[in-house]
């Protein structure tokens, strides 16, 4: 019989665990980040009131912090949001890891705090990884918005999300769906195992396959090419040689399916192995353009990071607080909305093939 103090302590470390599970699955499941009411508003609960009718504060500094810095769709995003910061008369830099590890953004963090920005903008390689730092950085009252990637709802005021992630992940199936007529083996080649977008949007993918629509498709296989070109196009062989049947692969990743389409278009699977995911046109338009893609989506990632920029400036001029329903401008794009959690929506994903692959340059 153990005494009463080693029960309570027991008792306490179980809710500590429970804790930390929910933490995980709200930043990794779908339907946690959507149905869930846990404390993720915590951040917001301060005695700030937001002023709509505030002015832009002049001399903003803004610090955009990617999942990698080599990564061409995350340069796209921060170019874009530096770019709206001079609109404002703000200033906005890039900084971040040369990886995308769980921790590698953990340092620049701990910079930009010494460095008094007035907002972090961050797309989290980790959902939780990055959560002291930038609590830290709230606690000084520098503003924290997530973009792309989710960090843990507590450790951010805004999250700018791309599109709805449940029409994001399902529609990737229902897309690679009509081109297999509906039949086959598919596998997912995503980004890191720890990414908040990543792991979301495939959850959804898992739960439009279980359609019974889909009862003659699998997904065989979940592999990981770490949002780095080479390591991709080794995974992508990888599924290759070990599915000899595999007819499909998603990618819900930039990186994944460049690297997934330049393995394909000079290999004998082309013309049998149907890529689809997410993609920039600048990537995709030559393997559009000679047959090894025919389609696949992707938003404005020059909005997103626009959007983004707006979104801090009027976090740290006193505009919104990330309240649900609280309305903000955000220049060209014209007036948003902060839903629940503090999720801001940017608008629908475009497809992209042949016929209009060419309207776009990003």
Known sequence: MFLRTSSRRRAAASVAAACALAVTLAGCGGTTKKDSSDNGGDVKATDAKANPDAPLKKGLKLAFLPKQINNPYEKIVDDAGIEAAGEFGGKGKEVGPSDASASSQVSYINTLIQQRQDAILIAANDPNAVCGPLKQ???????????????????????????????????????????????GEIAILSATQNATNQNTWIEFM???????????????????????????????????????????????????????????????????????????????????????????????????????????AALASGQITGAEGEKFKAGKLGEYTIGKDGEVILGPPTVFNKDNIDDFDF
């Open 137 to 183: 950085a709230m606690k000084k009252d520098i503003k924290v918005v997530a973009y792309d990637s989710d960090t843990a709802k507590e450790c951010r005021q805004l999250f700018i999300n791309q599109a709805s992630s449940e029409e994001i992940g399902r529609s990737q199936v229902q897309h690679i769906a009509e081109q297999l007529d509906y039949k």
């Open 206 to 312: 898992k739960d439009e396959l279980k359609k019974p629509k889909y009862k003659n498709m699998k997904l065989v296989k979940t592999a990981y090419g770490d949002d780095d070109d080479q390591k991709s196009f080794q995974e992508t062989q990888g599924l290759l040689k070990a599915y000899p049947n595999l007819k499909g692969i998603i990618s819900p990743t930039t990186v994944g399916i460049a690297a997934a389409a330049r393995y394909i278009s000079d290999s004998s699977y082309k013309g049998k192995v149907v890529i689809n995911g997410l993609g920039t046109p600048n990537q995709m338009r030559k393997y559009v353009k000679d047959n090894t893609v025919e389609q696949f989506s992707l938003w404005d990632p020059k909005k997103l990071g626009y959007l983004g920029s707006y979104a801090a």
